[in-house]
C-alpha cells in the first residue's frame, strides 16, 4: 500500500511542477496580437517596431500609441492611411492599406501588443470601448487620412 501512495504523490507533485514550468516560463499576455501583427504589420513597422525613416513611421516610443490616443489608432488600422501622415500633416509617408478583414478582437489584439510593446505603455484596452470607437470612425468623407 505504501509504496502506491508514495509513487501516486510523487508523479502528482511532478506533475504540478511541469504544468507550472510550461505556464510560468513562456507566460505572453499579448500572444495572439504579436502573432496578428507579424502578419499583418511586420513587413512595413519591421520586427523591431521601427519602420523606414518618414517612410513608414516607427512604433517604437509613440505618441499615439499611449491611452489617451490608442483608440484613434484603430480607426487608422481599419480604414488604412493615406499621405500625408494624419497626425503631422507636414511629415509625408507610405500609404498604409485598409486592413478591412481583421476582426474588432483582432485589432483590439493588436493594440494591445503594440501598445505595450516598444516601449509603450498604453494599458489594457477594452475591446467593448474598441467596438464602439470603431463604429464611430469618421465615414470616408470626414477622414482626412
Not at 510523487?10 to 502578419?39: F, K, M, T
Not at 509613440?62 to 492611411?81: M, Q, Y
Not at 484596452?125 to 468623407?141: D, F, G, M, Q, R
Request: charged share 15%; net charge negative; aromatic share 10%.
Amino acid at each position: 500500500m505504501k509504496p502506491k501512495f508514495l509513487l501516486g504523490f510523487i508523479v502528482v507533485i511532478l506533475s504540478i511542477a511541469y504544468i507550472s514550468s510550461l505556464s510560468s516560463c513562456d507566460y505572453n499576455p499579448h500572444r495572439q496580437g504579436e502573432w496578428l501583427y507579424s502578419q499583418h504589420c511586420q513587413s512595413c513597422h519591421m520586427a523591431d517596431g521601427k519602420g523606414l525613416g518618414e517612410l513608414i513611421p516607427t512604433l517604437n516610443e509613440s505618441p499615439w500609441l499611449t491611452t489617451a490616443n490608442i483608440h484613434s489608432v484603430a480607426c487608422l488600422i481599419r480604414f488604412g492611411i493615406k499621405k500625408p501622415d494624419p497626425f503631422d500633416s507636414t511629415v509625408l509617408t507610405y500609404p498604409m492599406p485598409p486592413l478591412y478583414d481583421l476582426s474588432e478582437t483582432e485589432i483590439t489584439n493588436i493594440l494591445n501588443y503594440i501598445g505595450n510593446h516598444f516601449g509603450n505603455s498604453a494599458g489594457y484596452i477594452n475591446p467593448v470601448k474598441l467596438n464602439e470607437t470603431l463604429s464611430n470612425c469618421p465615414n470616408e468623407e470626414e477622414r482626412k487620412w
